[in-house]
């Protein structure tokens, strides 16, 4: 039985063939990022020499951003960042765009190449919102079985979205590329979730299962550490 979207959350088990749940493995090797501050000198001067000049406006306009949105609401941050990531990126298979079957992009990475997958926008939501005073704890990165009717055939997928928590109890707000309106876990009858993390544990059910350190790296792990020498610490 699937999980509902729940603050309180039991540790995850291992499962045989989701995807979803290989990325669980991954998860296990995950550092800490404090994306609390963003050296945008340095990302905006890589942005242009890795991507050029639209790339680099693109991180100029961020940066602007979140200086207006340091004093917000957390709903305003919310809004206003989920607007940008949706704005300007596109949905992107990982194997058109990187030719790899799953690969982690860094926000700098989608904004360079303005598009990205799943992950791709829920990454770079989280790490922004982070760095716009957001508390870490009010934000999961969540996997869903996600509902898509296409020609009126029903599918069901692996999906990411991003999870925002005003308290511990509260009903989640969850950001998706897949519909740009900000809403309510439970209007979204679409989404069945499967597992959230963030860059300090991950959830199932009723208690946190703090991520442990491996010896291997992984893409969560790499990620993360691509985004730290991006300027993001």
Excluded at 85 to 97: A, Y
Excluded at 151 to 170: C, E
């Amino acid at each position: 039985m699937l999980i509902s979207f729940t603050k309180n959350t039991r540790p995850i088990s291992l499962c045989k063939t989701l995807k979803s749940w290989g990325l669980f493995l991954l998860l296990l090797s995950a550092s800490c990022i404090n994306a609390a501050s963003c050296d945008f000198d340095k990302l905006g001067n890589l942005a242009r020499s890795r991507y050029g000049e639209e790339a680099y406006k693109s991180i100029s306009e961020l940066n602007q951003l979140v200086r207006q949105l340091k004093q917000a609401s957390d709903i305003e941050k919310l809004t206003q960042i989920n607007n940008f990531f949706n704005r300007k990126m596109r949905f992107v298979d990982d194997i058109e765009l990187w030719n790899k079957v799953d690969y982690w992009a860094t926000p700098l990475e989608s904004i360079g190449v303005q598009g990205g997958d799943c992950e791709d926008f829920s990454i770079a939501k989280y790490i922004f919102l982070k760095v716009a005073n957001v508390a870490n704890d009010k934000l999961r990165l969540t996997y869903v079985r996600a509902v898509l009717y296409k020609q009126d055939i029903k599918t069901v997928r692996g999906h990411m979205v991003l999870s925002y928590y005003a308290t511990p109890q509260s009903e989640p707000l969850i950001l998706d590329n897949l519909i740009p309106n900000i809403m309510p876990a439970s209007a979204r009858t679409d989404l069945s979730p499967v597992f959230s993390f963030n860059d300090k544990g991950l959830w199932v059910g009723n208690s946190n299962a703090s991520s442990s350190s491996q010896a291997s790296l992984s893409r969560w792990r790499d990620v993360l550490a691509r985004i730290k020498a991006d300027g993001i610490e």
